[in-house]
């Protein structure tokens, strides 16, 4: 019984969040396609947002959290960290969020 306690307490328990990924992503392109005028800068900029927002799920899910696609969740109340999410990418990228 010692040993199970020890280990508990020991492990910081995992935290399970859900980020809305394709929505954020679909968000983007469709504002990034009606934004740009040249076709090769809305391409790299999409490129750009694509590895920030790889790179920013990556930070989320250290420390034991889990981060989970919401669209792959059937069910259950799971966090939703999509806000998290787009405030990371922006950091990235050096921009404010999008509403």
């Known amino acids: 019984m010692g040993?199970?306690?020890?280990?508990?307490?020991?492990?910081?328990?995992?935290?399970?969040v859900t980020?809305?990924?394709?929505e954020t992503i679909?968000?983007?392109?469709d504002a990034e396609a009606r934004a740009a005028p040249d076709p090769?800068?809305?391409?790299?900029?999409?490129?750009a947002y694509l590895k920030a927002a790889e790179a920013a799920v990556q930070d989320m899910g250290k420390n034991g959290r889990v981060v989970?696609?919401?669209e792959a969740v059937l069910a259950g109340e799971v966090p939703?960290?999509?806000?998290?999410?787009?405030?990371r990418i922006a950091a990235r990228l050096g921009r404010e969020p999008q509403p």
């Open 80 to 87: 939703d960290a999509t806000a998290e999410l787009e405030q």
């Open 68 to 70: 989970l696609v919401a």
């Open 19 to 22: 980020v809305r990924l394709a």
């Open 3 to 16: 040993a199970w306690v020890s280990r508990e307490v020991a492990r910081p328990r995992e935290q399970i």
């Open 40 to 47: 090769e800068v809305g391409q790299a900029r999409t490129l």
């Open 26 to 29: 679909a968000r983007f392109v």
